[in-house]
């Protein structure tokens, strides 16, 4: 089972918060729209950056764990300033899961995780 907590403007006071039944996979995109959060998106296929949001974990992470970002997602980060340079040469990140995602290329999956914009 995925939790997904939107923490957006005119839910400031009140968090929004999504779940979705185990082994549904979701972009975080199809949820904003879904629930029509006010997250403006562009091209829908990670090459724009305008659906860049922060994304962290409700809970601590354990183990060691490697977050691959695709060329595109790496390379939109980067362009819209959301991605450090080192961030942006690095293969994988190791551990440490960058802040900013792109909702558009995020896929839920199976975690509990805060979305911020
Ligand atoms: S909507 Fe353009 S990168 Fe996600």
């Given at each position: 089972m995925s939790t997904i907590t939107f923490l957006t403007q005119p839910f400031r006071d009140k968090k929004l918060t999504v779940r979705l039944a185990p082994q549904e996979q979701r972009t975080l995109l199809s949820l904003i729209q879904e629930y029509k959060l006010p997250k403006k998106c562009t091209?829908?296929?990670?090459?724009?950056?305008?659906?860049a949001v922060k994304v962290a974990p409700m809970h601590r992470q354990t183990g060691p764990r490697t977050v691959r970002l695709s060329d595109e997602e790496r390379t939109a980060l980067f362009k819209s300033g959301k991605l450090s340079r080192q961030q942006y040469e690095s293969d994988g990140l190791p551990d440490i899961p960058p802040l900013w995602r792109l909702a558009c290329q995020y896929v839920v999956m199976d975690e509990e995780i805060m979305v911020a914009f």
């Open positions: 091209c829908g296929e990670g090459k724009c950056g305008s659906c």
